[in-house]
């Protein structure tokens, strides 16, 4: 079935090189939706793969390894049902990888946290589009 949506979240998408993770955090760009923080470090190329995502809870904020679980898997399910609006930009994106941080003291429901992602990837799109400049010919 040519031209499927794929809401899948497979191994190769996940941020795992410890490099890499030191280059995201070192060299990225970032800016923060409450209750997330995006960090992100735009691609070579524009591409229609999806980035290499990240996603973190402070150990500070919640004590409880389940409900920092409980947190990544909300942050991860609401990536994976909207991935699709970086791969299917009309040119691609610029995302290489991209870190979710979830910054907020309190378990946030699912449609907050989802919205908010949402948004993340909306001003992904416009800050790692490459802007075209005009040239005129006289």
Request: with cysteine.
């Amino acid at each position: 079935m040519p031209g499927a949506r794929s809401y899948s979240f497979p191994k190769e998408e996940h941020l795992c090189r410890k490099k890499l993770i030191e280059e995201l955090f070192g060299r990225g760009s970032s800016f923060g939706l409450y209750p997330l923080r995006v960090v992100w470090l735009p691609a070579a190329a524009p591409t229609s793969a999806p980035p290499q995502v990240l996603v973190s809870v402070s150990k500070r904020s919640f004590k409880r390894a389940v409900d920092r679980n409980y947190i990544k898997r909300l942050v991860r399910e609401a990536y994976r049902l909207n991935k699709y609006r970086l791969v299917e930009a009309v040119d691609g994106h610029q995302v290489g990888t991209v870190a979710f941080i979830y910054t907020g003291k309190e378990k946030k429901p699912f449609t907050l946290v989802e919205k908010k992602l949402i948004s993340g990837l909306e001003r992904l799109l416009s800050d790692a589009t490459p802007v075209r400049t005009t040239e005129s010919v006289s």
